[in-house]
């Protein structure tokens, strides 16, 4: 068998380009701050110079969700709310990832009440999870590294035709 048709049976070539393309997105994800309240502080914390977030490469935080493929979600989220979120994450080219952070944005925290949205999963396809009221950076960072983990395994073609989440908001 020929080199080439060796490579096109195998998947040789395609696999080391995969990893390259995982390591270089891991490495170089832009967030878009999505601070909405209280934990947004913290979120703010992790790119100082004392946490550093630019240590793992995400410190080019972008106020236009066009520049970005990372949304971190801080704060609590109300129903009102909720459709503005999810249409700058539309606005986000693809791929994309999530990052709920705090005990609001993951579940609605201490607010049982009609305004605010149990978890932001039910409208966003949240990546990782970030529990405290509010998160420490540390946990932020620590979400940050959570997530890279799982882009590492990722594929480019993982991504082609990936179905949107539907906004699933019953509330409104
Ligand atoms: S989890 Fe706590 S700190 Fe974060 S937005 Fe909710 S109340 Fe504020």
Redesign the pocket.
């Known amino acids: 068998m020929g080199l080439e048709a060796k490579l096109a049976s195998d998947g040789f070539l395609t696999t080391k380009l995969d990893a390259v393309i995982a390591w270089c997105r891991k490495n170089s994800l832009w967030p878009m701050p999505m601070g909405?309240?209280?934990?947004?502080?913290?979120m703010m914390s992790a790119v100082d110079p004392k946490y550093d977030m630019s240590r793992f490469g995400s410190e080019v935080m972008r106020f236009t969700p066009r520049q970005c493929d990372l949304i971190i979600v801080?704060?609590?989220v109300t129903y009102k709310m909720a459709h503005v979120v999810r249409r700058i994450y539309d606005q986000m080219p693809s791929p994309k990832w999530v990052i709920a952070?705090?005990?609001?944005?993951s579940s609605g925290?201490?607010?049982r009440s009609y305004p605010v949205v149990q978890g932001i999963d039910q409208f966003l396809p949240v990546d990782v999870y970030t529990a405290?009221?509010?998160?420490r950076p540390e946990n932020l960072l620590n979400a940050l590294l959570e997530l890279q983990k799982k882009i590492e395994g990722t594929r480019a073609r993982d991504f082609q035709n990936k179905p949107l989440l539907d906004l699933n908001l019953s509330k409104n």
């Open positions: 909405i309240s209280c934990c947004a502080i913290e801080a704060g609590t952070m705090g005990a609001c944005t925290g201490m607010y405290g009221c509010p998160p």
